[in-house]
């Protein structure tokens, strides 16, 4: 993957937008939209990309949580966050990981 569409990458990722992205690296907006719908190696690359930081940020929210009901003496905050477990808990397909990694250390990866 050349450069540009790293950079492309690492924009879009961090929620910049497509005009800022395309101005940045000396594209058209056109170009960076036909990548997201044309190029399998873009698409693939950022649906990994999203799939690692939503990885990351389920981890560290879980992390969040357990510190939250080990450090809580309050039982029905306890119980709230229970609750709130028991209803996502079904709907939850996020393959958990134990490395929490920094976007900018994710965006290494490209």
């Avoid at 450069?3 to 992205?21: D, M, P, Q, V």
């Avoid at 997201?36 to 930081?53: M, Q, S, V, Y």
């Avoid at 981890?59 to 809580?72: G, R």
Wanted: glycine share 2%; no cysteine; hydrophobic share 35%.
């Amino acid at each position: 993957m050349n450069e540009k569409k790293k950079r492309a990458l690492e924009g879009i990722i961090k929620g910049e937008s497509i005009t800022s992205i395309a101005k940045e690296i000396g594209v058209n907006r056109s170009t960076i939209y036909h990548w997201l719908n044309n190029d399998p190696d873009f698409i693939a690359t950022k649906e990994e990309l999203e799939n690692k930081l939503v990885d990351e940020l389920y981890t560290i929210s879980m992390l969040e949580v357990k510190d939250a009901l080990l450090n809580s003496s309050n039982d029905y905050y306890k119980l709230q966050i229970f609750q709130s477990l028991a209803k996502i808990k079904h709907s939850d397909k996020i393959e958990i990981t134990n490395k929490v990694m920094s976007l900018d250390d994710l965006l290494q990866e490209l």
